[in-house]
């Protein structure tokens, strides 16, 4: 089965940088368009940046010119390097994998950007 596993998250302050992994295992990991979602206290999921197999990216307005997604199909690893991170960026980040019938998802990596 599809196992996604994130790594990276931590306390940074804000203007700050990290970068979170995403290690795939179970998929053919060329075939699937990789996701970062992220959630914070009280709202909604939403989706922060997603790549296809080919390195099509997309952002939320949010963190355009910010935040950069990637992904190493050599490595079945999929990336989020943050830049600028401000305290809004406090969220659970969530890892996908999506097919097209279905997702899959990480278990998740806390980023709490503070003082």
């Known amino acids: 089965q599809v196992q996604l596993v994130e790594s990276g998250g931590g306390l940074v302050q804000p203007g700050g940088s990290l970068r979170l992994s995403c290690a795939a295992s179970?998929?053919?990991?060329?075939?699937?368009?990789m996701g970062w979602y992220r959630q914070a206290p009280g709202k909604q999921r939403e989706l922060v940046a997603a790549?296809?197999?080919?390195?099509?990216?997309n952002y939320a307005d949010s963190v355009k010119g910010r935040f950069t997604i990637s992904r190493d199909n050599a490595k079945n690893t999929a990336y989020l390097k943050m830049n600028s991170l401000k305290p809004e960026d406090t969220a659970v980040y969530y890892c996908?994998?999506?097919?097209?019938?279905?997702?899959?998802w990480g278990q998740g990596t806390q980023v709490t950007v503070s003082s």
């Open positions: 790549i296809t197999g080919s390195g099509i990216t």
């Open positions: 179970g998929i053919i990991f060329s075939f699937y368009r």
């Open positions: 996908t994998a999506n097919s097209a019938t279905d997702i899959s």
